[in-house]
């Protein structure tokens, strides 16, 4: 399995929207496990991905629900497992099996369904660096094409 690592500094929630929008456009289908401290920017991030598949600005942190759907032709399902101890309590959702849909999984708190998770997947960091800048590391286990950095700069 391929694994390759890139570190993006982003200076505003606009430019960790297209962000988002950036890795949903190199992605047809699979998992994003997210991680990040509260504001860290994983939501604002999840709202770019929605927007790329043409979904609606409205998009928030499922914490209530744990999952949202989004988009159109392509869906977006929002996992926001914050509330949740762990993978038990994922696994008790009975919605592990959206992991392997034809769809995007995008994750928040993915540390809580640890072992759950495929393992050709994205996982993506969060750091705050200071008011509005976040340091997020996106790490590639084998989901995105080889070339994937370059569409970066």
């Known amino acids: 399995?391929?694994?390759?690592?890139?570190?993006?500094?982003?200076?505003?929630?606009?430019?960790?929207?297209?962000?988002?929008?950036?890795?949903a456009a190199l992605m047809p289908r699979g998992v994003v496990a997210l991680r990040g401290d509260l504001a860290s920017g994983k939501t604002c991030f999840v709202r770019g991905m929605a927007q790329h598949l043409g979904a609606p600005l409205a998009v928030h942190s499922p914490t209530f629900t744990l999952i949202n759907e989004y988009g159109n032709e392509r869906k977006l399902y929002h996992f926001d497992l914050y509330?949740?101890?762990g993978p038990y309590d994922v696994e008790?959702?009975?919605?592990?099996e959206l992991f392997e849909a034809d769809a995007l999984c995008a994750v928040e708190w993915a540390e809580r369904a640890e072992g759950l998770l495929p393992d050709t997947r994205v996982d993506i960091s969060f750091q705050h660096a200071g008011d509005d800048r976040r340091r997020i590391t996106i790490t590639n286990h084998?989901?995105?094409?080889?070339?994937?950095?370059?569409?970066?700069?």
């Open 1 to 23: 399995m391929s694994k390759d690592s890139l570190t993006i500094e982003t200076v505003s929630p606009e430019e960790t929207e297209r962000l988002g929008r950036a890795i």
């Open 92 to 96: 008790d959702l009975g919605s592990t």
């Open 142 to 153: 084998g989901l995105l094409d080889p070339g994937w950095p370059n569409a970066f700069g």
């Open 83 to 85: 509330r949740l101890r």
